[in-house]
C-alpha cells in the first residue's frame, strides 16, 4: 500500500526507522515520514485515484500504513471545496472540514496516528489539545478498542469534552492552556505506558493532515490555487499541507508556481474563543516559519471580533456556519494585498456547531437590544 520508507528529523536531518514506534528524535527536533515518491510516481497515477475510497485513503501509496488491515477509517476526508461567490471576491473558495468525523480536520490526522497505533502494536494513547484533537483521537481510539488519554483546558468547548466522555475517553480537564496540558502529559506518560500522539509529537498526524493538500489539487484539477488561508493553531494543518505541495511537486501531478500559504493567529492568544488558535508557543513553530519562507507566505492575526463578524456574515450570506478558526481566515483576508483575479482557497477547520456557545453570546445581545463589540445590533433582511 505505501511507498514510507523512514521517518527523518526535521531539525537534524537524522533518518529513523519508521517499522518502530517513534516519538521525537533525540535532539528535540519532529520527524517526518518519507516516501519513495519516484517509486509512487512509476507505479501510480492521478488517474487511479477516482478507483480507490471516497476518503482520504484514495491517497494510500503516500500515507505510512502497510498492512490495510490496520487501517481505523470513519469516513474522514474528501470534503467539499465551495465556490463562495456572495461575499464579493471573484476567486475564493471555502474547503469545508467541519464536516468530518467529529466536526474537525483533526479527525485526518488521528485517523492516521490511530491506525499506525494499530499497526505497531500500541495499545494506550495520550494527547493534550484544546480540544478538537482530543475528541478525534477518542473517536479513533473506540473505533480500534484502544485506550485514549485527554487532557484539555478546563474552558475548552463544552462539545470536545462531551464527545471525549462518549467515546470512552480518560478526560482530564486542566486549569490552564495546553501548554499545561502538556507538561502534564509528559509527567505522567512515563510511568503510564502512554505514548503520545500530539501534533509533531509523533510523525503521522501530519500525514493523514497532509491529504487536505492532495484534495485542494484534486478538486482543482491539478491546478493549484494561488494562495491557502490557514488558521495556525500547533501547526500541522499548514504544515501538512505544504508536505503535501512538494510532494504533488515531486509526483509530477502540480506545476507551475506553488500557492502562497498565509497563517492566521488569534489576537489574544489567551482568551480568544478560537480554542484552535489558542496555542502560545506551537509544537511545529519552526516548521511553520519554514513553510511560510518557502512558500512566499505570511501571517495575519484578527481579534475575536473580526472572527464572529466574519462567521456569522458567511453563514448568512453563503449558509456555511464556519467554526471561528475558519471564520478567522475570512477576517485574515480582508487584510491581505490579494488581487481580484487570484484564486484563494480559505481553510475552515470545524463546524460551528462546535461553538455554539461562543455564537450564542452574539444573538443574545441582539435579542436583548443590546449593542455589542460587533458595530452594532444584526438587522434582519
Excluded at 515520514?33 to 501509496?61: F, K, Q, V
Excluded at 494527547?127 to 475548552?156: C, K, Q, T, V, W
Excluded at 502512554?194 to 493523514?208: K, R
Aim: charged share 20%; net charge neutral; proline share 6%.
Amino acid at each position: 500500500m505505501t511507498t514510507l520508507t523512514h521517518l527523518e528529523c526535521s531539525l537534524c536531518g537524522r533518518q529513523h526507522d519508521a517499522a518502530k514506534a517513534q516519538n521525537r528524535c533525540p535532539c528535540g527536533g519532529a520527524l517526518m515520514a518519507r516516501c519513495d515518491l519516484e517509486l509512487a510516481r512509476r507505479s501510480w497515477s492521478r488517474e487511479w485515484i477516482n478507483h480507490g475510497p471516497a476518503t482520504m485513503w484514495r491517497y494510500a501509496p503516500v500515507l505510512p500504513v502497510r498492512k490495510p488491515s490496520a487501517i481505523v477509517s470513519l469516513g474522514e476526508g474528501m470534503t467539499p471545496l465551495v465556490r463562495v461567490e456572495r461575499l464579493g471576491a471573484q476567486q475564493l473558495w471555502i474547503k469545508d472540514e467541519g464536516l468530518n468525523p467529529t466536526g474537525t480536520f483533526k479527525a485526518r490526522g488521528l485517523a492516521c496516528a490511530v491506525s499506525m497505533a494499530v499497526e505497531l502494536g500500541i495499545r494506550k494513547l495520550a494527547i493534550a489539545s484544546a480540544g478538537n484533537a482530543a475528541a478525534a483521537l477518542a473517536a479513533y481510539a473506540a473505533a480500534a478498542g484502544l485506550e485514549a488519554h485527554i487532557f484539555m483546558p478546563r474552558d475548552a468547548s463544552p462539545a470536545n469534552y462531551i464527545q471525549g466522555q462518549a467515546f470512552g475517553a480518560r478526560v482530564t480537564q486542566v486549569d490552564g492552556l495546553i501548554d499545561d496540558c502538556s507538561r502534564l502529559l509528559a509527567g505522567r506518560a512515563p510511568t503510564e505506558g502512554w505514548f503520545n500522539v500530539g501534533a509533531f509529537e509523533e510523525p503521522y498526524q501530519v500525514e493523514g493532515t497532509k491529504t487536505i493538500g492532495y484534495e485542494i489539487a484534486e478538486q482543482f484539477n491539478w491546478d493549484m490555487p494561488d494562495a491557502i488561508v490557514c488558521p495556525v493553531g500547533d501547526g500541522v494543518g499548514l504544515v501538512g499541507i505544504w508536505k503535501a505541495i512538494e510532494e504533488l511537486e515531486a509526483l509530477g501531478w502540480i506545476a507551475g508556481r506553488r500557492p502562497r500559504m498565509i497563517a492566521v493567529q488569534a489576537w489574544e492568544k489567551a482568551t480568544t474563543i478560537a480554542a484552535g488558535i489558542r496555542v502560545p508557543k506551537p509544537a511545529g513553530e519552526a516548521l511553520i516559519s519554514q513553510t511560510l519562507r518557502a512558500s512566499g507566505g505570511t501571517a495575519v492575526a484578527v481579534s475575536d471580533a473580526e472572527m464572529l463578524e466574519a462567521g456569522l456574515e458567511l453563514a448568512s450570506l453563503q449558509g456555511i456556519f464556519v467554526a471561528p478558526e475558519g471564520a478567522a481566515c475570512l477576517a485574515a483576508l480582508r487584510k491581505l494585498p490579494l488581487g481580484p483575479d487570484e484564486r484563494v482557497v480559505l481553510l475552515n477547520t470545524g463546524s460551528g456547531l462546535k461553538y455554539l456557545e461562543a455564537y450564542s453570546t452574539r444573538f443574545a445581545r441582539h435579542h436583548a437590544g443590546e449593542p455589542d463589540k460587533l458595530g452594532g445590533l444584526i438587522t434582519p433582511r
